[in-house]
């Protein structure tokens, strides 16, 4: 018994130690020629163009749910006027990102994993050391690179389409004035917020790609283990958005 958790820990220290070797290297080679700028093109359009549909589902849906529950929560006290506040707060400091961001891990994430672990499995990894190109720079950077510059903008989007579903259901079900909603839900944002909302997203982004590559780089197993590294991915991404999302509320409420 001893034993076997003395393996388990020596496991995932290892882990640990192989994960951040990657990111460091991943991070050494942005500021490193050669750029791949089609291949980074390409990545952008995956990740963005093709997670903007499910990213505007979630934030019109989350938006139009707030606004029922803030209503309900607010009549009470007379306050249902000030749902816009709740609205626009929610989303933007947490809502927007951690859901937008647990999206993109579901379809981004789970795609680079697989994506990867084909290429491990099918030795196509180790056809691109032999032609003198680094795996590493050419793949990972590129969507890393990518997850950079295109979450945070699927998450303003998020943000907007949210607080965009939530004036739709208080015109129309709730039956506030439009000028109230949206000034107060302008109003209640505060700069610390607007940073809070971008800084987040881009940590995601981060822990998104870097883990996805990285399940993707250690797959084992041929084709039983491309799926065993998806379901990592999933599942390590998201636990890892969820507890990095507390530790930054934290440190901005300390600032």
């Known amino acids: 018994m001893v034993v076997r958790l003395k393996e388990a820990m020596l496991g995932y220290v290892l882990v640990v130690q192989e994960f951040t070797l990657l990111c460091a290297r991943t991070i050494v080679n942005l500021f490193r020629p050669p750029y791949y700028v089609q291949e980074t093109i390409l990545q952008m359009d995956r990740i963005g163009v093709g997670s903007l549909f499910i990213v ?15 209503a309900v929560q607010l009549e009470p006290y007379g306050a249902s006027i000030y749902v816009s506040r709740l609205i626009s707060t929610s989303v933007v400091r947490e ?37 003198g190109t680094d795996p590493i720079h050419k ?92 379901t990592q991915a999933m599942v390590s991404s998201s636990i890892l958005i969820l507890a990095s999302d507390f530790f930054l509320t934290k440190l901005f409420m300390a600032l």
């Not at 647990?102 to 032609?131: F, K, Y």
């Not at 979450?151 to 004036?167: Q, S, Y």
């Not at 971008?198 to 993707?216: E, H, N, Q, T």
């Open 56 to 70: 505007v589902l979630t934030g019109m849906f989350t938006g139009m749910v707030l606004a029922l529950q803030g």
């Open 139 to 230: 793949l990972v950077t590129t969507r890393l690179i990518a997850c950079l510059c295109m979450i945070p903008l699927l998450t303003i989007i998020t943000d907007g389409i949210a607080i965009f579903g939530g004036w739709l259901v208080a015109k129309l079900y709730l039956g506030i004035d439009s000028y109230f909603y949206w000034t107060w839900a302008f109003e209640a944002l505060r700069q610390q917020d607007l940073i809070l909302g971008l800084v987040k997203p881009a940590v995601f982004g981060f822990l998104i790609a870097m883990v996805g590559c990285y399940a993707g780089f250690s797959t084992k197993g041929g084709t039983v283990g491309v799926g065993v590294s998806t």
């Open 95 to 131: 809502l927007g990102p951690v859901l937008a961001a647990l999206m993109i891990a579901g379809r981004v994430g789970t795609g680079i994993a697989s994506e990867l672990a084909s290429m491990t499995v099918t030795e196509q990894i180790d056809a691109l050391r032999a032609e």
